[in-house]
């Protein structure tokens, strides 16, 4: 765990982190692959990578860009994660359009069926599917997720079926708490096939999942409790988010 004395030094700090694990991955493997997030601070995130004179150290034609959760919305609408990444970073990077895979919006080829949405996720994701995982998911290199209130992780909410899923890789999801109700999303059995998995977050209202999550609660009560990578799993967090950690931290 990292703890950053601001919101502002994480987004700094994550994004030279990122930058850096995305060149060591090309290094590696020649294509580097990354899952980006929703939300304020993995936006954020994304804006210090576009900001960072670092950033063309990245070969960005040869990341593959995939979505953890997506806010099933109409194409383009300014609340999708898609759009989001985009204007923060997508747009302002070289990257090949073929290796970036949006989540289906709401108005695409599968109308308003988020089901056949996530199932084509899923297709995806299979078809680029790794020798060395498990599942059909292709080798992600580094999964950002972020952090809600109440726990949810992606778009994975606390006490639903969700977030007990075992089989598939991706999930439609309803009744969401938080705006808009219905999701799609990553499931946990996929989430813990990345490499890496990074779960940021800032602010006091934050704190109280943070801790119950490091203290071994049970995913179905707190879902980023269950988010893990398979060789790192590391929380960023600011000073308010680390508040209700036992000291020391
Ligand atoms: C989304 C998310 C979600 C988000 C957290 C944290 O699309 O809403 O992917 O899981 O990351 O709710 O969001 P904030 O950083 O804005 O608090």
Known sequence: ??????????????????????????????????????????????????RSPARDAVDWS?????????RFLPDGDPERNETQAREALLDHVPVDPE????????????????????AHYAEV?????????????PRFDVL?????????TASLFPDTPYVKEVERTVVGVHDCPKPPPTRISLTLPAIRAASEVW??????AKAEPV??????????DIPAAGARGRNKTL???????????PTGG
């Open 1 to 50: 765990m990292v703890v950053h004395a601001s919101g502002e030094l994480l987004a700094a700090a994550a994004a030279a982190r990122l930058i850096t694990a995305l060149v060591d991955a090309q290094a590696e493997h020649g294509v580097a692959s990354v899952v980006l997030t929703g939300g304020r601070t993995g936006i954020g995130v994304l804006e210090q990578v576009r």
């Open 62 to 70: 040869n990341v593959d860009v995939y979505w953890g959760d997506e």
């Open 99 to 118: 290796r970036v895979h949006p989540m289906a919006p709401s108005d695409g080829r599968f109308g308003a069926d988020a089901e056949a949405a996530a």
């Open 125 to 137: 994701l299979a078809t680029k599917a790794s020798p060395a995982t498990d599942i059909a998911v």
């Open 144 to 152: 950002l997720l972020g952090v809600g209130e109440e726990g949810h």
């Open 199 to 204: 779960l940021m977050t800032t602010g006091a």
């Open 211 to 220: 801790a119950a999550a490091l203290a071994g609660a049970q995913p179905v």
């Open 235 to 245: 929380w960023l967090l600011d000073a308010a988010a680390a508040s209700e950690l």
